[in-house]
């Protein structure tokens, strides 16, 4: 007789959904490498398991596998930060310059239900939780022009993203917790109901989303002169770099 009750979820999708949230939390650098030994016993369970949870981990983009070095996580270079934080900082100005002056009210609920989501997850504690809802929200103002070749440019990003978001979390923890987090958000989504683009831009300047870049970005390989005259702006942008 079958049931109607969901069947728990297995050993490698538990791995997977707790090798994600870690992740996310920020406690790897990009590029480390992954031991299976340890993390079998972290986990507590066998490696077939945990080779199945890496395996779908390196469908999203988290991991990769490299020839004779086993497993990692996504190498980000100094070149590829420069890339993600410049293209991600036109692609949010250029939809919220199209989705202004008058904002549809559908989508703007989606970025209100995004926030509650954050607001939710704060209350769980889980670092790794609030990364993937941040990126939901930030996905979810990008929404708001309609454009649908610009979201998918920015989905295309999102493991990218959401890596340099844990790294940026991990960066602001002493300064800033969950309910912090959240409330940076809530006060970005307030300035773009306002709808002036000059306070627009300047909030999304300030939003403290390249935080990392003082205390991480040293220690990734691939500088280009395009990242170094990039980077040098930043720094003396960021009030923490003074």
């Known amino acids: ?22 992740i996310l939390e920020g406690n790897y650098l990009p590029g480390e ?8 016993a972290e986990l507590g369970i066998s490696r077939p398991p945990l080779r ?16 004779r070095k086993g497993v990692r996580i996504m190498a980000i270079t100094q070149h590829d930060v420069f890339e993600i934080a ?26 209100e239900a995004a926030l509650e989501t ?18 939901e929200f930030h996905y979810a103002v990008v929404g708001l022009a309609g454009h649908a070749r610009i979201e998918s440019t920015y989905r295309a990003m999102a493991m990218q993203l959401q890596m340099c978001m844990a790294l940026n979390n991990q960066a602001r923890r002493e300064i800033e917790d969950l309910d912090g987090n959240v409330a940076r958000h809530a006060h970005m989504l307030e300035v773009i109901l306002r709808g002036d683009i000059d306070e627009i831009e300047t909030a999304l300047d300030n939003h403290g989303n390249l935080s990392f870049l003082i205390d991480v970005v040293d220690r990734l390989d691939g500088a280009t002169p395009e990242s170094d005259r990039w ?8 009030p923490t770099a003074e």
């Open 118 to 135: 954050m607001r939710e997850i704060a209350d769980s504690g889980s670092e790794g939780d609030m990364v993937a809802a941040g990126f």
């Open 86 to 111: 410049t293209l991600r900082r036109e692609l949010e100005s250029m939809a919220l310059r199209l989705a202004l002056p008058t904002l549809v009210p559908d989508r703007v609920a989606r970025c």
């Open 231 to 238: 980077l040098e702006e930043v720094r003396a942008s960021l």
């Open 1 to 22: 007789m079958s049931t109607l009750l969901p069947s728990q979820p297995s050993l490698s999708v538990q791995a997977r959904q707790a090798l994600e949230r870690t």
């Open 52 to 67: 199945e949870a890496l395996k779908e981990l390196a469908h999203t983009g988290l991991v990769e596998h490299t020839p």
């Open 33 to 40: 490498r992954l031991v299976e030994e340890r993390l079998c």
